[in-house]
């Protein structure tokens, strides 16, 4: 995935298992989960996602997904 330019902006998407319990910036998750920023931006990260592949008891782990804001625009 190419890196982000300077200024973009990004749009999550809260995943605990398969169920999508919150999208919108990360402040608003944050908001919205009652969670720090800094977590939500970290459950999108790649050291995350291979840390919870490591371990092997969890079933539904809490997930984001984020999206560059261009994206979702051009898809309408």
């Not at 200024?7 to 608003?28: L, M, P, R, S, W």
């Not at 009652?34 to 996602?49: E, N, P, V």
């Amino acid at each position: 995935m190419a890196r982000p330019k300077k200024g973009q902006q990004f749009e999550y998407v809260v995943y605990k298992g398969d169920d999508i319990i919150c999208h919108g910036t990360a402040e608003e998750c944050s908001e919205k989960l009652g969670l720090s920023l800094k977590t939500i931006q970290r459950l999108a990260t790649t050291a995350y996602m291979n840390m919870l592949r490591k371990r092997k008891e969890s079933d539904n782990p809490l997930i984001a997904v984020k999206i560059p804001v261009d994206e979702l625009e051009m898809s309408e």
